[in-house]
Nanobody, 118 residues
Framework: QVQLVESGGGLVQPGGSLRLSCAAS????????MGWYRQAPGKQRELVAD???????TYADSVKGRFTISRDNAKNTVALQMNSLKPEDTAVYYC????????????WGQGTQVTVSS
């Protein structure tokens, strides 16, 4: 069964940093564009950053210059380095395959909670 396990979240003060990790199993991420998404309370899930097969990256305007997405195909993992965190970054963060999300057929893992608060 395909699994995506996100980790690395936590409580951090504004201006702080966190590094999220996503471990995939039962499929190889190297043939997929992968994305990090987040969902804040009362809001729809949104794409934060994605990374293509050839390592092209895109970011939501709200996180440009602060977040960096990367992938390690050998370890079958995707990471999201988050710096200069703001309270509005508070959300549950998920990773997934872009293709399946766009097609509406993705299943989601548990996600990892990020809370930015003083």
């Amino acid at each position: 069964q395909v699994q995506l396990v996100e980790s690395g979240g936590g409580l951090v003060q504004p201006g702080g940093s966190l590094r999220l990790s996503c471990a995939a199993s039962e499929f190889n991420i190297n043939v997929y564009a992968m994305g990090w998404y987040r969902q804040a309370p009362g809001k729809q899930r949104e794409l934060v950053a994605d990374i293509g097969v050839v390592l092209k990256t895109t970011y939501a305007d709200s996180v440009k210059g602060r977040f960096t997405i990367s992938r390690d195909n050998a370890k079958n993992t995707v990471a999201l380095q988050m710096n200069s965190l703001k309270p509005e970054d508070t959300a549950v963060y998920y990773c997934n395959r872009r293709r399946l999300v766009d097609a509406g057929t993705a299943s989601w893992g548990q996600g990892t909670q990020v809370t930015v608060s003083s």
